[in-house]
């Protein structure tokens, strides 16, 4: 095992797979071949969100997604999903046997006592309620939702979240890290886009899968104004500083920093930021290392690209 996930001992379990949830129009053309990496190898365990006998693994995913997300009234409807997600994109994740579970784990899994919100499954007379996650063959852990886009090569990373949020003692080390991972390796995705609020804690893990330039810094037409807009060129050697923690000399050698700083707790800071966006004063960066050495509402310095001679 690569020995940066020797914390992620999980990884090399049997009964722990990664997982993608995908209609069979959407399966990716030779997955894994972009990103040269040997962290992902096993055979993914495949679901067809079309089939309907998959109701019980999508509302398993539905709950987990639900429950890490309704806190800041950012939960997403079913129809959502459907719509703008699986259709078009498709989910990624680890599962695990039920056999796998830990006590923990099953509690906060149980669809008796977390069923998945507005599920047609209590209601219809034709589908067949699971009650029990020994009923399942497999049991998602985390999801990471991918969309592609109209600009060709780009994705969106529309929502991460895992169990760990959900467990006392963290879960399953790096298990939403790795998740994200394994979905742009999977789908060899070289340009990922995605958005997440100011002050969020999912800014220290968006932050290392690429050098992140700040696209949006204020997002009116976004349920939640303060919301930034991200996009990396993949990388994998920025994983590994998720890991190790060591600094990115790649990050140091090509930008700058502009002297000015975004404030995650001023309004206005990102206004003014998101003005010098649009006046095409960029391309503006964020360093991974000061943000994960940094408070979730401490002050952060913009960068730019030096100047190449």
């Known amino acids: 095992m690569n020995s940066l996930l020797a914390k992620a001992s999980w990884m090399e379990r049997d009964d722990i797979r990664p997982y993608?949830?995908?209609?069979?129009?959407?399966?990716?053309?030779l997955p894994g071949s972009v990103h040269r990496l040997d962290w992902f190898k096993k055979e993914p365990v495949f679901k067809d969100p079309l089939d309907i006998s998959e109701i019980a693994f999508a509302d398993r995913i539905y709950s987990i997604e639900e429950r890490a997300f309704?806190?800041?009234?950012?939960?997403?409807?079913?129809?959502?999903?459907?719509?703008?997600a699986v259709m078009p994109g498709?989910?990624?994740?680890?599962?695990?046997?039920?056999?796998?579970?830990?006590k923990e784990m099953r509690e906060v899994l149980d669809p008796k006592k977390y069923p998945a919100t507005n599920s047609p499954i209590k209601t219809s007379g034709v589908l067949k309620e699971v009650t029990s996650l020994d009923d399942m063959d497999w049991v998602p852990l985390s999801l990471f939702i991918i969309i592609p886009t109209m600009?060709?090569?780009?994705?969106?990373?529309?929502?991460?979240?895992?169990?760990?949020?959900?467990?006392?003692?963290?879960?399953?080390?790096?298990?939403?890290?790795?998740?994200?991972?394994?979905?742009?390796?999977?789908?060899?995705?070289?340009?990922?886009s995605g958005m997440t609020q100011w002050g969020s804690p999912a800014l220290k893990l968006h932050s290392h899968y690429g050098h992140l330039e700040v696209i949006g810094a204020y997002a009116p037409v976004h349920s939640h104004a303060k919301t930034i807009t991200y996009r990396v060129q993949v990388n994998t050697h920025c994983w590994e500083k998720f890991f190790n923690k060591e600094p990115d000399l790649a990050f140091l050698e090509n930008y700058g920093p502009t002297g000015t700083f975004i404030d995650?707790?001023?309004?206005e800071s990102m206004l003014n930021f998101q003005q010098?966006?649009?006046?095409?004063?960029?391309?503006f960066y964020l360093s991974a290392g000061e943000i994960a050495q940094k408070k979730l509402d401490e002050k952060l310095m913009i960068y730019n690209l030096k100047q190449q001679y």
């Open 20 to 29: 993608v949830f995908v209609r069979p129009e959407n399966q990716i053309a």
């Open 70 to 84: 309704g806190p800041s009234n950012m939960a997403m409807p079913r129809w959502v999903f459907y719509d703008c």
């Open 90 to 102: 498709f989910v990624a994740g680890f599962a695990a046997k039920p056999s796998a579970l830990t």
């Open 151 to 192: 600009h060709r090569g780009e994705w969106v990373a529309h929502n991460l979240c895992s169990i760990n949020s959900l467990l006392p003692d963290g879960g399953l080390y790096g298990l939403g890290f790795l998740s994200k991972a394994f979905g742009l390796w999977y789908a060899n995705v070289e340009q990922c």
């Open 264 to 267: 995650p707790k001023n309004e």
């Open 276 to 283: 010098r966006i649009e006046r095409s004063e960029g391309p």
